[in-house]
């Protein structure tokens, strides 16, 4: 299992690729990035804050339920911070696992709870106007499949 918060843009292919390597007992791994979603055509960029030390505490104990779970071969998860423009990735989870159905859930159950319980806060720039990006009842309700 890795975790990995930073500000710095990552290469996905490399990623993914060294992620899946050398994983020869695994018949499935599943990989998800999160993108800067410019909804309304209008946004400037995004910024998301950390607190370092307790967000990687957290992304770690959401892992670790995402391992013991399912049964994962391993588990990756990147989430950066700072300020990104419209397009740029946000955060890619990983999953390897025996058969698709674990590495399937596992990422999914990863991806809602980075959602909705991972310690960052996104403000969106638009125009010439900022705001904090609020929760949304769905991401919330998301949770309850778990």
């Not at 890795?2 to 993914?16: K, N, S, T, W, Y």
């Not at 209008?42 to 391992?67: F, Q």
Request: charged share 30%; net charge negative; glycine share 8%.
């Amino acid at each position: 299992m890795r975790i990995v918060v930073q500000d710095a843009p990552f290469d996905f292919g490399a990623e993914a690729a060294g992620f899946a390597a050398g994983r020869h007992d695994m018949g499935a791994i599943v990989t998800f990035t999160g993108v800067v979603r410019d909804v309304d055509g209008g946004l400037n960029a995004m910024e998301i804050e950390h607190y370092p030390g307790m967000t990687e505490k957290a992304l770690e104990k959401i892992a670790a339920e995402a391992m013991d779970r399912w049964s994962l071969g391993d588990a990756l998860v990147i989430h950066r911070y700072g300020r990104m423009e419209a397009g740029e990735q946000i955060m890619m989870v990983a999953t390897a696992a025996r058969h698709r159905k674990d590495a399937f859930e596992a990422a999914e159950y990863l991806m809602d709870y980075l959602k909705s319980r991972a310690p960052f806060w996104k403000k969106e720039f638009v125009g010439d106007e900022t705001g904090w990006v609020a929760a949304r009842d769905e991401d919330e309700a998301a949770l309850d499949r778990w």
